[in-house]
């Protein structure tokens, strides 16, 4: 199981952190991922972590502003995300895969979280 939390209402240029807690199973087993999802629009890859933490990937539309962050010791995956724009309003979801190579769609990744909803206003 998977539960998201940070979203809220930012101002443009401003800073959100997601978390997203896993229980369940052994998290260190999986590689995390974020996404996202607008209205009216296809849920979109963020960034994905390994493991350990050794190995990101960043979509191009967060590559710079955000961070993908994990505690094993924890079951937590982060994002940090910073000088947000409007256009970054959506629902945020963390999901986990237990494939090892670079996965960017939603096909990749068998277990998702419910979602955290980031409005940034202008």
């Known amino acids: 199981q998977l539960q998201a939390s940070g979203g809220g209402l930012v101002q443009a240029e401003g800073s959100l952190r997601l978390s997203c807690v896993a229980s369940?199973?052994?998290?260190?087993?999986?590689?995390m991922g974020w996404f996202r999802q607008a209205p009216g629009k296809e849920r979109e890859f963020l960034a994905r972590i390994s493991r350990y933490g050794q190995n990101v990937y960043y979509a191009d539309s967060v590559k710079g502003r955000s961070t993908i962050s994990r505690d094993n010791a924890r079951n937590t995956v982060y994002l940090q995300m910073n000088s947000l724009k409007p256009e970054d309003t959506a629902a945020y979801y963390c999901?986990?895969?237990?494939?090892?190579?670079?996965?960017?769609?939603?096909?990749?990744?068998?277990?998702w979280g419910q979602g955290t909803q980031v409005t940034v206003s202008s």
């Open positions: 369940g199973r052994t998290f260190s087993d999986y590689v």
């Open positions: 999901a986990a895969t237990d494939r090892m190579q670079v996965e960017l769609t939603t096909s990749g990744y068998a277990y």
